[in-house]
Each structure stands twice: as structure tokens, then as C-alpha cells.
């Protein structure tokens, strides 16, 4: 049971920040997936879900991030996010 609450708790800690990105220039699949591989380049970064639907990504990471941070990441693909 020690195992199990401490496992709990190191995972809770690797994604100790999420942010909520909305990316408006988003069209087609294939957006998703250069924006999500761009945001996943971000040191700290742990885990990126990209919805069409919304025109929003979640990022999970492990460090504190800023608008600036995230921005020069998508900056070579030809998007813009802005954090909500």
C-alpha cells in the first residue's frame, strides 16, 4: 500500500502544471499533430493532447511555463497559441 501512495504521489508530481493552449489557426489532423510534436519539444513538457474540436492543446509538464515559452515552440510551424 506505501508503494501504491508513493507512486501516486511522484506521478502527480512529474505533471505539476497543466495549461490550457488555444490554438485558432487549427484545420485538419495533420495541425494537431505538428502543433502537439512541437509542444513536446519544450523542456519539461510531459504530455500533449491536441483537440481539432476545441482548437485547444494541453500541455502537462513538470516545470513552470510561460505564454513566451510556448509561442517560440510553435513559432517554425506557423502557429500562434494563446494561453487561456
Not at 9 to 29: D, G, Q
Request: aromatic share 8%; charged share 25%; net charge positive.
Amino acid at each position: 500500500m506505501k508503494k501504491l501512495i508513493f507512486l501516486s504521489l511522484f506521478f502527480s508530481i512529474l505533471n505539476a502544471y497543466e495549461y490550457t493552449l488555444e490554438v485558432p489557426k487549427m484545420h485538419c489532423p495533420l495541425c494537431t499533430a505538428i502543433v502537439r510534436k512541437a509542444l513536446l519539444k519544450i523542456d519539461g513538457v510531459t504530455k500533449v493532447n491536441v483537440s481539432l474540436d476545441t482548437k485547444n492543446a494541453i500541455i502537462k509538464s513538470d516545470k513552470e511555463l510561460n505564454e513566451s515559452m510556448i509561442n517560440q515552440a510553435l513559432f517554425d510551424t506557423g502557429y500562434q497559441g494563446i494561453l487561456k
